[in-house]
C-alpha cells in the first residue's frame, strides 16, 4: 500500500468577497477557467504569450521551451533581457517619482525610495561592481540585513550580469564560508552589522572567519555598508566601504543583456542530508513566474497596492516577492529591518496601520506567535487597508487561518495561502483569489499552467481523496535549472528514475480533496508508519494546534516493536510549560483530544511540553532533530543554523 491516508477533515469554506471580486485581476470562476483551459490545450503556447506579454525583451525569443535534455528544460532560450531593466527602467518613462520601497528600520525611522532613486542607486554600485572587475556570470555573495542596500546589490548583480547568492545575514560562519567556498565567489557585499529586535548583529566580523575557511580565497574584495558604526577590522587591499565604493559612480549602467537562460541567481537551500543545495535559478522564465504570481495571486494594482512580504532576502520568498517580483510589477512595497515581536507584539499591525498597507504576505509560523503573544492586539490598530492577506512557508493549521482572516482581515480580505518550494521560483499551487473559494488549510488549486500532481511511489495518479507524492508533471518557466555545480544530485533529488525521470518530484506529500482542492500534508521524509498506516505529520499537528490551550505542535516519528513507529508530539502551549502532575494531565487531555478529532490512529504515544520548538532561521520546524530526541539519541546535527539551541535540552526530557 502506497498512499498516504488523509484523517483530517476540514469543511469550512469562504467565499471571494463581491466587493474584491468585482475588481479582480481574474475576477471569477469563467475567466479562471478559460485561463486554465488555454494552459491545457497549448502549454508552451500559453506561457509564450505571457513572456511576450509581461517581459520587455531585448531580443524577443522566436523559441518556446527546449525538452531535449530533459530534466534540464530551456525557456525562451533565443530571447534576450534584463531583469533589472525590467524591474526598474521600465517604469520611468511614467512613473519616476513613484514609491518602490518604503522601508521601516529596526527603530521605526522611515525611508521612501522612488523608481528613479532606485534606478540612481543601482546603476552607480552596478558601475562600481563593473569597474571592480565583476563580469557577467561572477558570483557575488550578499549578506546583508533587510535594507535597501540589500536590495540595491541584488538588482546592481542583475543589472551587470552578476550571479548573486544571498546568505540570510542569521546564518553562521561556517554556514556563509561553505556557501563562498560552493559558490567560488570573487566578491561579497556585506554590512558592519544590522538591527532587530534592538540588539545590533554583527555581519562583518562573521565574513572575516568564514574567508578564513578552505577554499574562500577566491573572495577578491569585500564591500561594507556601513549600517551600524559597529567597529569592524578593514583589511587593506580588500575591504572597502560601499559610500567609498560607489563615490563619484555614474547613476547610469549599461544593462548586461542575458540570455533566458543565463542564471540570474543561485539560493543554497539546506538539504536533509550533507551539503546545501545550491539552487540555480534562470533570468527570463524566473522573472515570469514572479511577475504572473503577482498578477493572479497577489492580485497586485500597482498603481494603489501597498504591498508588504515580510520574508528576509536571504529566502526565496525575499527574492521573488520583495527584490524582483513587486518590482517588476512597479508596485510600492514595504521592507522592515525588524522583528513581528519587537517593540512589541503589535509591531506589523502598527506598521499596516502607519504605511496602509494593502497586501501582506507571511508565514504562519509568525502568525501563531503573534497569537500566543497578543490575540487580540490587531483590535488596537487600523488595519482597513488590508484587501488581501496571503501566507507561505508550511501549512497553516485552520485555527491560524481562521484568527488571520477575522482579527487581521476583519472577514473582509481573502486569503492566499500559496504552496511553492525554493526550487519552484513562484508559487505553484495557490488561489487566484477572485475566482475561487478558499478552504482553512489548503493551498486549493494549481495555478494555471502548472501540471500538479498527487501520484504513488510509481508515478500513477492517485484518485482524489487519497495521499501520496506531490509532484508536477510538465515544465515551468520559473523552475530551477540545475544545482550549482551539481547537475547529478539535481537529477537524482528532482527528477527521479522511479517517477519516469522527467517528472519534478517536489518532496511534500498531499491529498487531492473531491474538489480538487489540494492539502499539503508535510514533508515526505517526515510521513509516519503507524501500524501500517502512513500518517503526514501536519495533520495531526493540526489537531493539536486546534485545542484551545496549544499554541504550536510538532510530531516525529520513533520506533516501535509492535506498532512500526510510536507518535511523539512536541507541544508548546499558549501559556507557561506545564510540569509534573499538570503535564500528565494535559497530555492525557491532548492525546483524547486527538483521538476524538481525527481517530485512534493518530492519538499521540508521548507529548512533551516545551516553550518553543526548534526551527531553523526561516522558520521551519526541524522535525529531523525531534526525532532524534525523540530516540533518546545524542545531536550530531549542526545546530549552528537553529534559531533557540537552548530548547534542545527541555525537549529531550521525555515527559
Ligand atoms: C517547503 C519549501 C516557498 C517559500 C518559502 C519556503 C513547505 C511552503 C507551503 C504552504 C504547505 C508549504 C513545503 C515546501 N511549504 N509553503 N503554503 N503549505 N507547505 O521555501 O524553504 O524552499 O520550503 O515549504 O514543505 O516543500 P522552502
Known amino acids: 500500500m502506497s498512499h498516504i491516508e488523509s484523517i483530517l477533515h476540514e469543511n469550512r469554506s469562504f467565499h471571494p468577497h463581491p466587493e474584491f471580486q468585482a475588481s479582480a485581476n481574474v475576477a471569477g470562476p469563467e475567466h479562471h477557467q478559460s485561463l486554465l483551459e488555454q494552459a491545457a ?46 524591474c526598474i527602467d521600465r517604469h520611468l518613462a511614467q512613473h519616476a517619482n513613484r514609491t518602490a520601497l518604503i522601508f521601516e528600520a529596526d527603530d521605526g525611522t522611515v525611508n521612501r525610495v522612488t523608481y528613479q532613486q532606485l534606478h540612481d542607486q543601482v546603476s552607480q554600485l552596478g558601475n562600481a561592481l563593473r569597474r571592480q572587475g565583476v563580469r557577467k556570470g561572477d558570483r557575488v555573495i550578499i549578506y546583508m540585513p533587510m535594507s535597501v542596500e540589500a536590495v540595491v546589490a541584488m538588482q546592481a548583480c542583475a543589472r551587470i550580469g552578476a550571479i548573486h547568492s544571498v546568505v540570510f545575514g542569521g546564518f553562521s560562519a561556517k554556514s556563509l564560508g561553505e556557501r563562498i567556498a560552493d559558490a567560488q565567489a570573487c566578491l561579497v557585499i556585506t554590512a558592519d552589522a544590522g538591527f532587530r529586535g534592538g540588539k545590533t548583529i554583527a555581519l562583518k566580523p562573521v565574513v572575516d572567519e568564514a574567508l578564513n575557511m578552505p577554499a574562500t580565497d577566491c573572495v577578491r574584495h569585500v564591500v561594507v555598508y556601513q549600517r551600524a558604526r559597529h567597529p569592524v577590522n578593514m583589511v587593506e587591499n580588500r575591504d572597502i566601504w560601499w559610500q567609498d565604493f560607489i563615490a563619484g559612480m555614474p547613476s547610469v549602467c ?26 540555480q535559478h534562470s533570468s527570463g522564465g524566473y522573472l515570469l513566474g514572479a511577475i504572473m504570481s503577482m498578477h493572479w495571486v497577489f492580485d497586485a494594482k500597482p498603481a494603489s497596492d501597498v504591498f508588504w512580504c515580510t520574508a528576509d532576502v536571504g529566502w526565496i520568498t525575499g527574492h521573488s516577492y520583495v527584490a524582483y517580483g513587486p518590482l517588476a510589477l512597479g508596485m510600492t512595497e514595504v521592507i522592515f529591518e525588524g522583528i513581528p515581536t519587537w517593540p512589541d507584539a503589535g509591531r506589523f499591525w502598527r506598521m499596516i496601520q502607519d504605511h496602509k498597507v494593502t497586501t501582506f504576505y507571511t508565514a504562519p509560523t509568525a502568525i501563531r506567535s503573534l497569537i500566543k503573544l497578543g490575540a487580540d492586539l490587531p483590535r488596537q490598530y487600523d488595519l482597513s487597508s488590508l484587501r488581501l492577506l496571503g501566507t507561505v512557508g508550511e501549512p497553516i493549521n485552520p485555527e491560524a487561518w481562521v484568527w488571520f482572516h477575522e482579527e487581521v482581515g476583519h472577514s473582509r480580505c481573502p486569503i492566499v495561502d500559496t504552496w511553492w518550494q525554493t526550487e519552484t ?51 515551468f518557466p520559473s523552475q530551477l535549472r540545475t544545482l550549482w555545480n551539481n547537475p547529478e544530485r539535481f537529477r537524482a533529488t528532482y527528477f527521479p528514475a522511479e517517477l519516469g525521470g522527467t517528472t519534478y518530484l517536489a518532496g511534500d506529500s498531499a491529498h487531492r480533496d473531491q474538489e480538487g482542492y489540494f492539502w499539503i500534508m508535510g514533508r515526505i521524509d517526515d510521513v509516519l508508519n503507524v501500524s501500517g498506516h502512513r500518517l503526514g505529520t501536519m495533520e495531526i499537528e493540526s489537531a493539536l494546534v486546534s485545542h484551545p490551550a496549544v499554541a504550536e505542535a510538532a510530531v516525529v516519528g520513533k520506533p516501535h516493536d509492535v506498532k512500526g513507529e ?89 515527559g
Open 566 to 654: 510510536a507518535i511523539v508530539a512536541f507541544v508548546v502551549l499558549k501559556g507557561p510549560r506545564p510540569e509534573g502532575e499538570e503535564a500528565a494531565r494535559l497530555s492525557a487531555e491532548l492525546r483524547n483530544w486527538v483521538g476524538q478529532e481525527i481517530g485512534a490512529i493518530a492519538k499521540p504515544d508521548e507529548i512533551r511540553f516545551g516553550d518553543n520548538l526548534p526551527k531553523t532561521r526561516s522558520g521551519k520546524i526541524m522535525r529531523r532533530l525531534l526525532r532524534t530526541l525523540a530516540k533518546g539519541g545524542e545531536i550530531d546535527q549542526d545546530v549552528s543554523t537553529l534559531e533557540n539551541p537552548a530548547i534542545l535540552q527541555q525537549l529531550s526530557v521525555a
Open 425 to 475: 521560483g513562484s508559487h505553484m499551487i495557490a488561489p487566484v483569489p477572485g475566482a475561487l473559494h478558499t478552504k482553512p488549510g489548503s493551498c486549493t488549486r494549481p495555478l494555471p499552467g502548472i501540471h500538479a500532481d498527487v501520484v504513488d511511489e510509481q508515478g500513477n495518479s492517485l484518485p482524489h481523496g487519497e495521499g501520496g507524492y506531490l509532484v508536477i508533471r510538465r515544465p
Open 254 to 279: 549599461e544593462p548586461e543583456w542575458m540570455n533566458a537562460e543565463d542564471p540570474l541567481f543561485i539560493l543554497y537551500t539546506s538539504g536533509s542530508t550533507g551539503t546545501p543545495k545550491g539552487v
Open 41 to 86: 490545450a497549448d502549454h508552451t503556447g500559453f506561457w509564450a504569450e505571457l513572456a511576450r506579454q509581461h517581459i520587455d525583451w531585448h531580443k524577443p525569443f522566436t523559441q518556446v521551451l527546449d525538452e531535449s535534455q530533459a530534466p534540464f528544460y530551456r525557456w525562451f532560450y533565443d530571447g534576450e533581457l534584463n531583469v533589472s531593466v525590467n
